[in-house]
């Protein structure tokens, strides 16, 4: 976890409860829909070397998920969030339980109720999750189990997941010489369509070729790469005509994304200063949507994504050079 988000877990043994305030460094879109679209709650949910796998999910008041905690050996621990009160990008809450497969609750293990609100300030979202247990020794069995350490192991991951794929971009840049790609994202054939660029355009790919998500480096502080990753590009860049250069990488379901054609292409634009990359960011976002704001990065870059008001999707990517 990056030491400078605010992160708190306080346990209230008069009340039998838990009270989580964790910030993320993203908006309120993109944190709401982590914790709401199961295809992104697969990815980050479950601590290591677990894996979340969701059967069903009915994000709606009265509706529920349904989902497992995966085990290394492949054994199957159900769960069941089941949603009572929902006001969109504001808070959600309800009960879970631990369940079978058909969702059926198992009385031997704790239910608990939660609330989770989020809350905009700025470049940050915090979330703060109070979860309340019928008695005292629910409450200090959850503990036992290993709740804390489990729940900080998954709330660490969604940001991990999402710097990854450009964690090695910075690599393929040496200077602060200012020019305009194109980026494509692909569900997992980045490879495929990168060779065919590069034999019609007949050049050759940029920096250190193709790089795969198996080659980032271990890192104590991020959650291995999955075996059905390893293999997916990370990053490439292919120079073509007129000195355009596209950049590429995987963004499979597998990682929380779900591409369609026209929210898969992003214009990218390197500035030559930070001051550029910020006017340019306020210029072109007015009245759009912001995915990300402008923020340092683990590539070294000053970096921000967001969809114009014509539809249009632009990323900002400032290469921080001797710390400017």
């Not at 704001?293 to 990323?315: S, V």
Request: with cysteine.
């Amino acid at each position: 976890m990056n030491p400078n988000l605010h992160f708190d877990f306080l346990v209230n043994k008069d009340t039998n409860s838990i009270k989580v305030v964790r910030e993320f460094r993203a908006d309120l879109a993109v944190v709401w829909d982590a914790w709401t679209k199961p295809e992104l709650l697969d990815v980050w949910w479950a601590p290591k070397p677990y894996r979340t796998k969701t059967k069903s999910m009915d994000f709606r008041v009265g509706g529920s998920w349904l989902y497992a905690m995966v085990s290394p050996e492949d054994l199957y621990h159900w769960c069941k969030a089941e949603y009572e009160k929902i006001e969109d990008k504001k808070n959600f809450s309800g009960r879970d339980a631990f369940c079978d497969e058909d969702g059926n609750v198992d009385a031997a293990f704790p239910r608990a109720r939660f609330a989770n609100v989020f809350r905009e300030d700025g470049e940050t979202t915090t979330v703060s999750i109070t979860i309340v247990y019928d008695d005292l020794s629910d409450l200090e069995k959850v503990i036992q189990m290993g709740f804390q350490e489990g729940l900080s192991k998954a709330l660490d991951n969604l940001d991990r997941y999402l710097a990854a794929q450009f964690r090695l971009r910075g690599e393929n840049k040496k200077d602060q010489v200012p020019r305009v790609c194109s980026y494509l994202n692909f569900p997992g054939n980045t490879e495929e369509a990168f060779l065919f660029y590069r034999a019609v355009f007949q050049s050759e790919f940029g920096g250190k070729g193709i790089q795969r998500f198996g080659d980032l480096p271990a890192d104590a502080d991020r959650p291995p790469i999955d075996d059905v990753l390893k293999k997916m590009v990370l990053h490439i860049e292919l120079p073509i005509t007129g000195g355009h250069v596209l950049m590429g990488t995987d963004a499979p379901k597998e990682m929380g994304f779900t591409l369609t054609q026209g929210n898969n292409m992003n214009i990218c634009i390197e500035p030559e200063t930070r001051m550029e990359a910020n006017r340019l960011f306020e210029s072109l976002s007015a009245g759009g949507n912001i995915v990300m704001p402008m923020q340092d990065m683990p590539w070294d870059a000053w970096f921000g994504m967001f969809t114009d008001k014509f539809g249009i999707n632009w990323m900002i990517n400032f290469q921080i050079k001797n710390g400017q």
